[in-house]
């Protein structure tokens, strides 16, 4: 059974007369838990179970082994490298002692220590290989401490986005229920049947508006897990009405521009996660006044092989985002909002672009004249592709600065 009192064994295979024993009493003197094998398949099954070394006499070491073995230690983690000690017979150097070195390669980290060894070396020796193992299980448990905040960190993230959009889904219902409730009154003192038809139409109008609101926000909150074909256009319509009522009240005006949107393979919760937050964050440049542009067009990604996909464009004449920023925009806790924000938001979106194997780019001036950002986000028509982001935030002249915000 695999468990932490494994972790640091040493699994033995020395096949020839008593070596086995006295080894491992050797071991057990200085304190190491050993476990004997008679064959290195018997030991591999050991090693499934938890093991920090492998001593192993060349002898026992058949091509069929060195097949067995190299499998499972391709199969190692990242964190893993597993330490074999390969017990050689003494003498010079030849071409059979050539072709089991060849042989042997694909074992990974081998130790060679020359028979007869001394007990102090042979003991050095192990102790070594147990503590570079112990050093792995420490990397191993610092990954796994990693993904566990980092996860932590997207939901509490989420929250984030959750709660921005719960503000801007009442103010956006409250407007249409209080225009409902005051057609109601009108209704009731109504003088005629034609007047009061007309009441009726204008708050059935603002009734479909709140369901429409209600059937955009279902759509965020009931997200498939699994990729499928999604038009990115549908879901920015679907963020642009969920901030409809902060976009009219901020009088910011919004532009947009979608070219032949064709659907692609992704997921679409992570995708409107993503759309949110760069809508969000232009928003919260522009502050009052301004314009938001936003464009989707079919294309293809040429730096990397012409990868055929969709490129969506979220522009505004906002304040800007300065050069020290912008070099480590896309790292966790980076923020332009100090007093609001936590700086996730981006870190988090360019994980999503990175996992659906598309692009990232952005190109930002915070000079008076030419002031605003452009987030630029590609994401190919089907993930197989196997690309990672590519979070470039360089922009080489002025020319491309006014280009970049000309929104």
């Known amino acids: 059974m695999t468990g932490p009192e494994n972790e640091l064994r040493v699994l033995v295979v020395a096949p020839t007369g008593r070596d086995s024993v006295l080894i491992c009493n050797l071991l057990a003197g200085n304190g190491i838990a050993c476990v004997h094998s008679a064959t290195p398949e018997m030991a591999l099954a050991e090693f499934g179970m938890g093991a920090g070394a492998l001593i192993l006499a060349e002898e026992a ?9 190299a499998a499972r230690i391709l199969e190692q983690p990242s964190w893993s490298d ?13 071409e059979e002692n050539r072709r089991r070195m060849r042989a042997r390669q694909p074992l990974g980290n081998i130790v060679l220590l020359e028979r007869p060894v001394r007990p102090e ?18 990397v191993r448990e610092f990954i796994a401490t990693s ?11 989420k929250l984030v986005v959750a709660s921005r959009l719960a503000a801007s889904i009442s103010h956006e219902i409250n407007n249409p229920l209080a225009s409902v409730t005051n057609l109601l009154y009108l209704i009731g003192i109504s003088h005629s049947l034609d007047e009061a038809k007309q009441h009726q139409e204008i708050a059935a109008n603002e009734l479909a508006r709140v369901s429409e609101i209600v ?5 965020f909150y009931r997200q498939q897990t699994k990729p499928a074909l999604v038009r990115i256009c549908d879901i920015v319509d679907s963020a642009l009405t969920m901030y409809q ?16 949107c064709s659907p692609i393979v992704a997921r679409e919760g992570e ?7 760069l809508i969000g964050n232009s928003m919260d440049a522009l502050g009052h006044g301004g314009k938001l542009k936003i464009r989707i067009s079919n294309t293809r990604e040429f730096r990397n092989g012409a990868r055929a996909g969709v490129r969506l464009t979220v522009a505004d004449s906002g304040s800007g985002i300065s050069p020290a920023v912008r070099k480590t925009l896309f790292e966790p806790f980076v923020t332009t909002k ?7 938001g981006l870190w988090i979106s360019s994980e999503i672009v990175r996992r659906h194997s598309g692009t990232i780019q952005v190109k930002s001036s915070a000079l008076s004249k030419s002031k605003g950002t452009v987030f630029s986000v590609f994401l190919p028509a089907n993930q197989t592709d196997g690309h990672q982001s590519i979070a470039d935030t360089s922009m080489t002249s002025d020319r491309q600065r006014a280009d970049a915000v000309s929104v």
Not at 82 to 94: K, M, N, Q
Request: charged share 25%; net charge positive; aromatic share 6%.
């Open 147 to 157: 993904r566990a905040a980092e996860e932590a960190i997207r939901r509490s993230e």
């Open 271 to 277: 995708l409107r996660q993503v759309i949110l937050n």
């Open 61 to 69: 070491l058949s091509l069929s082994a060195i097949s067995q073995w």
């Open 82 to 94: 597993f330490p074999l000690i390969l017990l050689t017979a003494s003498g010079g150097v030849d």
């Open 215 to 219: 059937t955009q926000s279902l759509r």
């Open 121 to 138: 070396t042979f003991i050095s020796t192990i102790r070594a290989a147990l503590r570079s193992r112990e050093r792995q299980y420490q």
């Open 245 to 260: 009522a902060r976009l009219v009240n901020a009088e910011i005006v919004t532009e947009k521009e979608f070219r032949n």
């Open 338 to 344: 100090p007093l609001t924000g936590v700086g996730l």
